[in-house]
């Protein structure tokens, strides 16, 4: 979802891309408009078996999206999400140290937070409580790579991603905004659970112009440091959305559960 909007996005702004995916969702479909860009390159591979340093090679910046991502599949697949979520990422980490490098920029989640009280908000040094295993498999990450600073060749950046929402060749409807828009959409019953929970949203644009502006920006701006990656501007609770929603589209098939 996000890989390939960002994709698209950098291949626009002119920027030399290489991507390696595993292709576990079948994006080959929604990629062929890029294979024949003479600034994009493809590698299909899996990173619990590939050699990550034979394709660094006069590769600049490294932006890491790879993982399982969510609750649910991370719950589903146990061992798959320890083994990509945690074990061969930190194994990337090491890989790309002596690589002639530039930046390395990890996409975190917000999630990381866990749950906060009414009215608080969660700057970048407020305590993080993950409370799933995606989460806590973030925060690992996190911990692991700020421990590398003054040890590797390159500058790292940790983007703590809002929710996303926004279209994008590979949609994602298990994204709260995407699975309101596309159930209503289909005329669905659809019950939303704890209606008046706040989180932060972010639009799959904004996150690419964000790796953008950091691949851009000076290292003594971005050297180690980690950001929340959205806006207050974006804190909506489920009702709110919903509401927004049924404003385009008309809908009575929907019950609020606490």
Request: aromatic share 12%.
């Amino acid at each position: 979802f996000k890989i390939l909007f960002m994709l698209k996005f950098l291949i626009k702004k002119n920027f030399e891309v290489k991507c390696f995916d595993n292709l576990i969702y079948l994006q080959d479909r929604c990629l062929s408009k890029f294979k024949n860009l003479k600034n994009f390159t493809f590698v299909n591979g899996d990173i619990r078996n590939f050699n990550i340093k034979s394709i660094l090679k006069d590769v600049k910046d490294v932006v890491i999206l790879v993982g399982l991502v969510g609750d649910p599949i991370t719950k589903k697949y146990p061992l798959e999400a320890e083994q990509i979520n945690q074990l061969f990422l930190k194994k990337i980490i090491d890989d790309c140290n002596g690589e002639n490098l530039d930046r390395l920029i990890f996409v975190s989640t917000c999630s990381n937070y866990g749950l906060i009280k009414t009215d608080v908000l969660a700057d970048e040094n407020y305590k993080l409580n993950p409370i799933s295993s995606y989460a806590k498999h973030k925060v690992e990450i996190e911990k692991y790579l700020i421990a590398q600073k003054n040890k590797v060749d390159y500058s790292a950046t940790i983007l703590r991603f809002a929710t996303a929402f926004g279209l994008s060749p590979r949609m994602r409807f298990d994204l709260t905004i995407n699975h309101f828009t596309r159930a209503v959409m289909q005329d669905k019953n659809l019950k939303i659970f704890d209606p008046d929970t706040w989180r932060p949203y972010c639009h799959v644009t904004d996150f690419a112009r964000l790796i953008e502006s950091v691949l851009l920006s000076k290292k003594d701006k971005t050297h180690f440091q980690i950001f929340n990656a959205g806006s207050d501007e974006n804190n909506f609770t489920k009702r709110q959305i919903i509401e927004e929603i049924v404003k385009i589209i008309p809908t009575k098939k929907i019950s609020f559960l606490k």
